[in-house]
């Protein structure tokens, strides 16, 4: 199983790369995929991963949203675990509008802080398969499409999150 690099790791301050059009609809990016949803599953806390996070220097990134919607009612069924891909996405709007947003990383952990979001964001991103969609959120998914885009542009949320704290984290110990 991929493993989630921490803070230090090369590939996580560099710009990643488009995925080659070649990839698209193959298995070798399928598995890419696979990797990470792999790597996100156990992190109970994480509701999205981007590639350089298990070393992948591509343009990817997944979220749970299983993990971001609201819960389901009282008496419901938990929400079966669902993985959306945006690959070599794209921000097309952003609200002017912004707020304060609690903001933790995967590949930062035990860090926290305050970041400055768009309070909406759309996205234009490919599927495995190759096909564009456009994706509109506010709220916390806007905020997860900032973080992640961020990722695959070499930045963390540390480098522009105000009052930081550390709170140690059981997973921080086996990184």
Known sequence: MATIVQE?????????????????????????????????????????????????????????EDRVLPTPPSGMPPRAPHVAVYINPEIMKTSRKRQKADEGCLSVRGVYGTTHRHARVTIRARREDGST??????????????????????????????????IPHPHAARA
């Not at 488009?18 to 994480?46: H, I, W």
């Not at 916390?140 to 542009?153: G, K, R, T, V």
């Open 8 to 64: 230090g790791t090369a590939v996580l301050r560099k710009p990643a790369h488009p995925v080659p059009e070649k990839l698209f609809g193959t298995e070798e990016l399928s598995r890419m995929v696979a990797d990470m949803a792999d790597a996100l599953d156990p992190e109970e806390d994480g509701v999205a991963l981007a590639a350089p996070q298990i070393s992948l220097p591509y343009r990817i990134f997944i979220v749970r």
């Open 133 to 166: 969609f456009e994706r509109g959120a506010g709220g916390l998914m806007a905020q997860i499409f900032e973080h992640e885009m961020d990722h695959l542009e070499g930045v963390l949320f540390i480098d522009h999150a105000e009052d930081m704290v550390e």
